[in-house]
């Protein structure tokens, strides 16, 4: 279900061939599923000034989320205290700040960002975009402030929010640790190790994204074939 508007029980996922069950996600009130729907500005209370339900993303570790977009992804985390009204945020941004965490929203393939998995999805990419980011900007500070070896419970918490496409929902791929940045490529890149891996691997929409950056058989060779042709043509 991509909208997540009806109970979900279980959910079959192809790759790994068995049951899964779905957590229930929140019941949202009038005013917050018209906001999500119709996909009016949020009316809120700006989620800096919020803790995201953490514990609840738990549930929903390599998993779609049950409601579409970063909205979505939003009001899923929003306290309970706040289902009346969806919490504001910058949904331009490639990123959310609450209180006690920072979400980091990835597009497998087709952004405009070359976010890619690697170490058999260990480890992972994420640029901070937007004009001229440097180790001055706010963002940029926290999540450097976050890379002295605090533990998770100890600080704000990054959480990876990853989708194969801009049309499919994002699914939730836990807890992020620092492994390092580079400030000269475009975009300001960091590098982050999941640390929820030995979970994720169990997930079968984990192991979709994964294969969504794998190129094909067909793919392969034609790039085999391409590279053939340019040495012959050098040669």
Same mark, same amino acid.
């Given at each position: 279900?991509?909208?997540?508007?009806?109970?979900?029980?279980?959910?079959?996922?192809?790759? =790994?061939?068995?049951?899964?069950?779905?957590?229930?996600?929140?019941?949202?009130?009038?005013?917050?599923?018209?906001?999500?729907?119709?996909?009016?500005?949020?009316?809120?209370?700006?989620?800096?000034?919020?803790?995201?339900?953490?514990?609840?993303?738990?549930?929903?570790?390599?998993?779609?989320?049950?409601?579409?977009?970063?909205?979505?992804? =939003?009001?899923?985390?929003?306290?309970?205290?706040?289902?009346?009204?969806?919490?504001?945020?910058?949904? !331009? $941004?490639?990123?959310?700040?609450?209180?006690?965490? /920072?979400?980091?929203?990835?597009?497998?393939?087709?952004?405009?960002?070359?976010?890619?998995?690697?170490?058999?999805?260990?480890? =992972?990419?994420?640029?901070?975009?937007?004009?001229?980011?440097?180790?001055?900007?706010? /963002?940029?500070?926290?999540?450097?402030?976050?890379?002295?070896?605090?533990?998770?419970?100890?600080?704000?918490?990054?959480?990876? @929010? =990853?989708?194969?496409?801009?049309?499919?929902? !994002? /699914? !939730?791929?836990?807890?992020?640790?620092?492994?390092?940045?580079?400030?000269?490529?475009?975009?300001?890149?960091?590098?982050?190790?999941?640390?929820?891996?030995?979970?994720?691997?169990?997930?079968?929409? @984990?192991?979709?994204?994964?294969?969504?950056?794998?190129?094909?058989?067909?793919?392969?060779?034609?790039?085999?074939? $391409? $590279?053939?042709?340019?040495?012959?043509?050098?040669?």
């Amino acid at each position: 279900v991509v909208h997540g508007f009806a109970r979900v029980k279980a959910v079959k996922e192809k790759p =790994v061939g068995r049951k899964v069950v779905v957590p229930e996600a929140p019941k949202l009130s009038r005013r917050a599923l018209a906001e999500l729907v119709l996909q009016r500005p949020s009316s809120g209370t700006s989620t800096k000034a919020l803790k995201a339900d953490l514990a609840l993303l738990k549930k929903h570790l390599g998993i779609p989320c049950p409601h579409f977009g970063k909205k979505g992804v =939003v009001q899923l985390a929003a306290p309970s205290s706040e289902a009346g009204a969806p919490p504001k945020f910058n949904k !331009y $941004a490639g990123w959310v700040e609450w209180d006690n965490a /920072i979400f980091l929203w990835v597009n497998a393939t087709g952004g405009s960002f070359d976010n890619t998995f690697k170490l058999d999805g260990r480890q =992972v990419n994420w640029y901070v975009g937007g004009t001229n980011p440097t180790d001055k900007s706010p /963002i940029i500070k926290r999540l450097l402030a976050l890379s002295d070896g605090a533990a998770p419970s100890a600080a704000a918490q990054v959480c990876l @929010f =990853v989708r194969s496409l801009a049309t499919e929902p !994002y /699914i !939730y791929c836990g807890n992020c640790g620092y492994l390092g940045h580079d400030a000269k490529k475009k975009g300001f890149e960091f590098t982050w190790r999941l640390r929820d891996f030995p979970k994720l691997t169990k997930a079968g929409a @984990f192991q979709q994204l994964l294969q969504s950056q794998r190129p094909s058989k067909a793919t392969a060779v034609r790039s085999k074939a $391409a $590279a053939t042709a340019a040495a012959r043509w050098a040669a």
